[in-house]
């Protein structure tokens, strides 16, 4: 692929290959990236990234064209520390709460790029939202698209601030619709289904219904109501569910404003650390 020419000429190198780190790592070598071109520094990393070609622990390359920071943010600190100079490099962070100005501070003058992927990144079916500083091209910014559209789709944001937001919502999200898929399989299981089918049903509905509302032109107003028979039986859940003290609402909007404020906090405490 012609977007990763040239880091395969300059190599990338990824800090942390956890979770997140090893799911965009999948994504980047299916999609062309040379295992040759990547050194991958992380002292607990798994054992399955051993003996793929990857340059692991090992000095770091001269001009790397990208650098791509995914520690947790409460080891930032250590991680950053242990940078050369890379004013020449693309910085790039998946870190949740880490604020550009932290990583400006750490690398004068270098065109840095904030990204907040979710977990479905896995499978290639994740969601990224990313925004630049005043040194990212949009070279640069089409580059870190590039490379997290390699886990799923890529949406932009107009302002640093919104990243708060968006980590409450899809970075934090796909917890959300796990416990969804716990709380229907309960339910189910409270009306007298077997916990296996009843946890099979309401896993499988959740996917489903997923899919359906990316795949569907129609907004999920509409497809809701397209399952819904006057007077019949979802009528009569929903009527629970959408609530307006009681329901799903209030309680989704707490639950993200809970996970956005955390954002924030994080962002003040990594500032002051
Ligand atoms: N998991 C998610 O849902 C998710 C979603 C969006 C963003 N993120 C962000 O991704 C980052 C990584 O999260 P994760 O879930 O992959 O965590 P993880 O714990 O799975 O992975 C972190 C990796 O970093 C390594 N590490 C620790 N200190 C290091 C250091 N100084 N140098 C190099 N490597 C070091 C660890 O050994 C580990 O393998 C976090 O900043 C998080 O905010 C995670």
């Known amino acids: 692929m012609s977007d990763f020419n040239q880091i395969n000429r300059r190599g990338l190198v990824l800090v942390g ?24 520094l992380d002292p607990r ?28 943010p409460q080891m930032m600190g250590d991680a950053l520390a242990a940078m050369p100079d890379l004013s020449d490099t693309l910085v790039i962070s998946v870190a949740a709460g880490t604020t550009i ?10 065109p840095i790029v904030r990204v907040m992927p979710n977990t479905p990144a896995a499978i290639g079916q994740g969601i990224s939202a990313m925004i630049g500083n005043g040194a990212a091209t949009p070279a640069h910014l089409d580059l870190t698209e590039a490379l997290m559209r390699a886990v799923g789709r890529v949406v932009r944001l107009d302002r640093e601030d919104q990243m708060d937001a968006v980590t409450g919502l899809s970075g934090s999200g796909p917890a959300y619709v796990f416990h969804l898929i716990e709380a229907m399989a309960a339910a189910g299981e409270a009306q007298g289904l077997p916990a296996a089918l009843a ?75």
Do not use: H, I, Y
Not at 17 to 40: D, I, Q
Not at 101 to 110: I, K, L, Q, Y
């Open 17 to 40: 290959c956890g979770r997140m780190g090893g799911a965009m790592l999948t994504g980047w070598l299916a999609r062309g990236l040379e295992p040759g071109a990547v050194t991958v």
């Open 199 to 273: 946890l099979e049903l309401a896993r499988v509905t959740v996917a489903g219904a997923g899919a359906l509302a990316v795949d569907a032109d129609e907004d999920p107003a509409v497809l809701r109501q397209n399952v819904t028979s006057p007077n019949g039986t979802t009528a009569a859940g929903l009527a629970v569910l959408m609530d307006a003290d009681t329901g799903l609402p209030p309680l989704m909007a707490r639950t993200v404003a809970a996970a956005t404020e955390r954002a924030k906090e994080l962002g003040r405490e990594l500032g002051r650390a």
């Open 101 to 110: 100005a932290t990583f400006e501070a750490a690398f004068p003058g270098a």
């Open 45 to 72: 990393l798994a054992p399955e990234w051993q003996d793929r070609g990857l340059r692991v622990n090992a000095a770091l390359p001269e001009r790397p064209a990208v650098l791509v920071l995914a520690v947790k």
